[in-house]
T-cell receptor, first 115, second 117 residues
Framework: KAGVTQTPRYLIKTRGQQVTLSCSPI?????VSWYQQTPGQGLQFLFE???????NKGNFPGRFSGRQFSNSRSEMNVSTLELGDSALYLC??????????????FGPGTRLTVL | AQKVTQAQTEISVVEKEDVTLDCVYE???????LFWYKQPPSGELVFLIR??????QNEISGRYSWNFQKSTSSFNFTITASQVVDSAVYFC??????????????FGRGTQLTVWP
């Protein structure tokens, strides 16, 4: 069974640009969560989607947005990039529904560098 | 408020030593889940274990064991006879089972474990 895939793996952008990251969950998983990992703040929750609906959102500015498609694939978008957005962005998938507390399986991450 | 504390930032041991990684958590929920993840240099978080708040039995899986104590809000992780391949950052995480934060993982800051040959 294929794991969680994230594309691209590496990305370099400049301040003010926008970026879209993609995540394909494990087949059959309907919940996708996004996390940001930085040396300063550690792992922080961005948002979670289930059946194309955002169910949960962390404390990030509106520049961070996401969506989920009918095939459970998810994208997150960051607009007007800032230097502080440089981070490893991790996507996690789980079965979802009432069992959201099931283990979340993480992808390899997208390393975003903002210059 | 939900919080996970991993007081040990870095630990270094020599191969075959036993090592325990500490995790202390805070939550107001009576139903919650605790997790341990491993992050090797490649960056991907690898799931190790999930434990729910109603099951305080210790668990052993090969060289790994976990000690969950609700009385002290701790969920410690022990690696027996450590190996160089165990070198990684280990994260403890908390998930609450209900409410607006359902399913969200709260991570500790992680413990960097280095095992020397």
């Amino acid at each position: 069974k294929a794991g969680v895939t994230q594309t691209p793996r590496y990305l370099i952008k400049t301040r003010g640009q926008q970026v879209t990251l993609s995540c394909s969950p494990i087949s059959g998983h309907r919940s996708v969560s996004w996390y940001q990992q930085t040396p300063g703040q550690g792992l922080q929750f961005l948002f979670e989607y289930f059946s194309e609906t955002q169910r949960n959102k962390g404390n990030f500015p509106g520049r961070f947005s996401g969506r989920q498609f009918s095939n459970s694939r998810s994208e997150m978008n960051v607009s007007t990039l800032e230097l502080g957005d440089s981070a490893l962005y991790l996507c996690a998938s789980s079965l979802g529904a009432e069992e959201i507390h099931n283990e979340q399986f993480f992808g390899p991450g997208t390393r975003l560098t903002v210059l | 408020a939900q919080k996970v504390t991993q007081a040990q930032t870095e630990i270094s041991v020599v191969e075959k030593e036993d090592v325990t990684l500490d995790c202390v958590y805070e939550t107001r929920d009576t139903t919650y889940y605790l997790f341990w993840y491993k992050q090797p240099p490649s960056g991907e978080l690898v799931f190790l274990i999930r434990r729910n708040s109603f099951d305080e039995q210790n668990e052993i899986s090969g060289r790994y064991s976990w000690n969950f104590q609700k009385s002290t809000s701790s969920f410690n992780f022990t690696i027996t006879a450590s190996q160089v391949v165990d070198s990684a950052v280990y994260f403890c995480a908390l998930s609450e089972a209900r409410g607006s934060t359902l399913g969200r993982l709260y991570f500790g800051r992680g413990t960097q474990l280095t095992v020397w040959p």
